[in-house]
């Protein structure tokens, strides 16, 4: 009996990713990059291209080093930084909490839904100068033109999840004596999560564009009023390295998510028959 | 074997039921009429099958003893009281095995006594207990997804059975499995069910399937009318699928139920 149950489990087992494997593909990312460089730095060596319009890797490298020297880098980024986080976590929790009353109300549902789809096909980014003369020229306007862009996307992908929950997992819970409550916290949340999860990296990368381009509109401090200030001055490398920065923090948040799904969502990995 | 009763007068009736149906009337929407006036006694401790063409509102029957659907007319009572869905006397086993995909089988086995409001240590002991009795100890700490349908199949058994109610409502639970499975589910069922004394009503188009597991093998009309013909499955206890498959016995039941079946969609 326990032979077949092995054997029988095995089939099922997905092939793990091995060391090997992975070992290579860090390899040959390095090289990618690597060659990358070299090229774009070959480029403007051998006259192909002008670094004024393209900079140069080397010119990218000394403009980061520059600002953070000389002690300009990390104001700027706390600044956004704090933005970012600030409507990620309001997106989040409002994102989250709208999508569980329109799913228990089909009827708030209903009412609202023409007023959600009208607001979120606005071009929000142009909305920018009107939050800044709402919200004032600090990191309000910011942080609220970025929930306006990162609340739709956790409250659609949350509410998505929540509407094809498998109704055969209701059905048995309810008929164990499952409350409503226990229906929500052991059937309809985590089948959400998946969805969730996919809302908040996109949402995350939707909120640090806000923030930026909000920055780049009109702003005290933050790495958007930086790259406004030297594209003014066609200073490309500055601008390409600020970039760089924005999207290296992006991609230590975006890491840090990755760290909570794979504790979280354990169970959906290395299988097909799951929800997703 | 098969009953004498006539319809009117149903055969099919005992002395002081756990469940009792009576003139039970289902229709959707206004025209569909799914039951036609059903009744069904089914004694204390009894494995009946129920089955039927598909559309013969076997389903609709289990529902409705469930408490999952309304009866328009007729009466249905269990223990003397009207069924609820939720009721704590009573598991019903769904035909998709729907173990909780974020769950450990471990956890999908104790999740059932979780709802019930069984302590977290008694729950883990009895739900270790009843994994090993379908087998799958090993895979205690997997996610379903690892399982293969069998396997769930049997996780979803020990999560009714360890929450060790009297009665069990089950919807065509098997069906989804190849024939050789099913054969050891039919015994992990079996041994399940004989020590836990409890009262079965089994949904299910397999004849084969109804013979091996019950007492009583019910055949319902094509109509909708109910229940048209009985036959007492008279095989020893405990019984083994897998050598009724040879026995002489066996194959005449099966043959009579066939029978009556076709006679019942004629």
Redo the contacts between chains.
């Keep these: 009996m326990t032979d077949m149950v092995r054997s029988e489990a095995g089939l099922g087992a997905a092939a793990g990713t091995n060391g090997s494997r992975s070992r290579s593909v860090l390899g040959a990312r390095i090289v990618f990059l690597l060659a990358f460089l070299v090229a774009w730095q070959g480029a403007v060596a051998l006259g192909l291209a002008n670094p004024a319009f393209i900079a140069t890797p080397v010119g990218v490298a000394r403009s980061l080093l520059h600002l953070i020297v000389g002690g300009k880098l990390l104001p700027n980024l706390a600044t956004t930084l704090l933005e970012i986080l600030l409507s990620f976590v309001a997106s989040v929790i409002f994102g989250v909490a709208s999508a569980i009353v329109l799913d228990r109300s089909e009827w708030l549902n209903r009412t609202l839904s023409p007023f959600l789809t009208a607001f979120n096909s606005m071009p929000r980014i142009a909305l920018g100068p009107l939050f800044i003369l709402w919200f004032g020229i600090g990191i309000m306007s910011k942080a609220v033109l970025a929930f306006s862009l990162g609340y739709f996307i956790i409250l659609l992908s949350t509410l998505g999840g929540l509407k094809n929950v498998d109704r055969d997992l209701l059905l048995m819970s309810r008929l164990f004596g499952a409350s409503q409550a226990r229906l929500f916290w052991h059937v309809r949340l985590p089948w959400a999560l998946p969805g969730v999860f996919a809302g908040l990296r996109l949402s995350l990368i939707y909120c640090s564009a806000g923030a930026v381009i909000g920055e780049m509109i009109a702003a005290q401090s933050g790495l958007g009023l930086l790259v406004q200030s030297y594209s003014g001055r066609f200073d490309v490398a500055g601008v390409m390295a600020l970039i760089l920065v924005v999207a290296v923090m992006v991609m230590a948040l975006t890491s840090l998510m990755d760290l909570c799904e794979r504790r979280l969502l354990a169970w959906s990995k290395g299988s097909t028959d799951v929800p997703g | 074997m098969t009953s004498e009763a006539t319809v009117g007068t149903p055969g099919w009736t005992v002395e002081a039921p756990d469940i009792r149906v009576r003139g039970v009337r289902v229709h959707f929407g206004t025209s569909r009429h799914v039951l036609t006036g059903v009744d069904l006694d089914v004694a204390s401790g009894e494995f009946i099958a129920l089955i039927g063409a598909s559309g013969c509102g076997k389903t609709t029957l289990l529902n409705v003893i469930?408490g999952l659907v309304p009866a328009a007319e007729g009466t249905v009572m269990i223990r003397d009281r009207p069924p609820a869905?939720?009721r704590?006397d009573?598991?019903?086993i769904?035909a998709?095995d729907?173990l909780?995909?974020?769950?450990t089988v471990l956890s999908n086995v104790a999740?059932?006594m979780e709802?019930?409001g069984v302590g977290r240590a008694e729950r883990e002991r009895r739900a270790r207990v009843y994994l090993e009795r379908v087998?799958?100890?090993?895979?205690a700490d997997?996610?379903p997804?690892?399982?293969?349908q069998?396997?769930r199949q049997r996780a979803s058994l020990a999560r009714a059975f360890a929450?060790e109610r009297s009665l069990y409502l089950m919807d065509e639970p098997f069906s989804a499995l190849d024939s050789q499975t099913k054969l050891l589910l039919h015994d992990q069922l079996l041994s399940l069910w004989e020590s836990s004394h409890a009262t079965v009503v089994f949904v299910t188009h397999d004849i084969g399937e109804a013979i091996t597991l019950s007492d009583r093998v019910l055949v319902m009309s094509r109509r909708g009318a109910g229940v048209v013909e009985q036959i007492h499955v008279d095989l020893p206890r405990p019984r083994s699928a897998e050598a009724l498959q040879a026995d002489e016995r066996y194959h005449d039941l099966y043959r009579l139920a066939w029978t009556a079946l076709r006679a019942s969609t004629a």
Excluded: E, K, N, T
Excluded at chain 2, 135 to 139: E, Q
Excluded at chain 2, 145 to 148: F, I, T, Y
């Design positions: 469930a869905a939720g704590s009573i598991c019903y769904l998709r729907a909780l995909p974020w769950r999740y059932g709802l019930s087998g799958l100890r090993d895979v997997f996610f997804s690892r399982l293969s069998g396997m929450v």
